[in-house]
C-alpha cells in the first residue's frame, strides 16, 4: 500500500473506526498502528494480528466484512502462481493455514499451484485448520477445527473435517442468514477505494 492511501486512511481513521465497530473485522488505532507505523504485516491492506503472518498480500483478494489473520497465529501466503481469494463475510479462527501455493517436490525453490485458492462468501475455517492449494469452498462451508483440507468442495452449505478433509454434514440453504455490515469495506479500503487498489494491483 503506497503512502498517499496510507496518509488518506489515517486522516479518515476516526469515522473508519466508527462504522466498522462491533462488526467481525474491525478498524482500530492499535491495528493500524501496529501495521503501518510499526511494520508489522505492513502489505496488507486489511487488520492483522501482529502474531499472525501474512506473506504476498498483493495477490490475496478478501471480500468485504472479514480480514483473514485478524485473530492470532495465521499463516496465509499467495503469490503470482498461487493467488488466494476469500469471499465476503467469511471468518478465519486462530491459527489457521492458507496455502496459496506450493513447492515442487523435486525442487524445494520453485513454487507452483494449478489454479487459485478461493473461499467463498460466509465461510468459517475453524482454529487450527489448513487449506491447501488449489482448493474451491463454496459458500457457506464451515471447515471444522483442526482439519486438512486438500480438495474442493465447491457445492458449499456443509461442515467439513478431518484429515484429509471430508463433508461431515449438509447445511440447509434456507436456514442460513447473510448479514451484512451497515457500511461496507474491505479491509481498511471503501468498496470504491478497493476497486482502484485492486485495479492498481491488477489481481
Known amino acids: 500500500m503506497n503512502w ?12 473508519r ?3 466498522t465497530k462491533g462488526t467481525a473485522a474491525p478498524i482500530t488505532f492499535r491495528s493500524f498502528f501496529i501495521q503501518y507505523v510499526l511494520g508489522f504485516n505492513k502489505s496488507c491492506y486489511w487488520p492483522v494480528h501482529f502474531s499472525s503472518r501474512v506473506l504476498g498480500a498483493e495477490y490475496i483478494r478478501i471480500g468485504e466484512g472479514n480480514a483473514p489473520g ?16 476469500i469471499g465476503k463475510y467469511s471468518i478465519v479462527a486462530p491459527n489457521v493455514c492458507i496455502a496459496g501455493f506450493n513447492h515442487r517436490l523435486t525442487d524445494y525453490t520453485i513454487t507452483e499451484a494449478n489454479g487459485p485458492l478461493i473461499i467463498g462468501d460466509y465461510c468459517w475455517l475453524g482454529a487450527n485448520a489448513v487449506v491447501l492449494p488449489n482448493v474451491e469452498l463454496g459458500d457457506h462451508t464451515v471447515v471444522a477445527a483442526g482439519a486438512i483440507v486438500t480438495k474442493s ?6 461442515v467439513i473435517g478431518g484429515n484429509p478433509a471430508s463433508v461431515i454434514k449438509d447445511i440447509p440453504k434456507e436456514e442460513c442468514v447473510e ?24 489481481v
Open 153 to 158: 468442495f465447491p457445492q458449499g452449505y456443509c
Open 179 to 202: 448479514r451484512k455490515n451497515d457500511f461496507e469495506y474491505h479491509g481498511y479500503l471503501t468498496k470504491l477505494e478497493f476497486e482502484k487498489f485492486m485495479e492498481q494491483l491488477k
Open 70 to 85: 485478524l485473530s492470532h497465529g495465521c499463516y496465509i501466503f499467495a503469490n503470482e502462481v498461487g493467488r488466494v481469494s
Open 4 to 15: 498517499k492511501l496510507k496518509l488518506k486512511l489515517l486522516w479518515s481513521l476516526r469515522r
Open 17 to 19: 473506526i466508527r462504522q
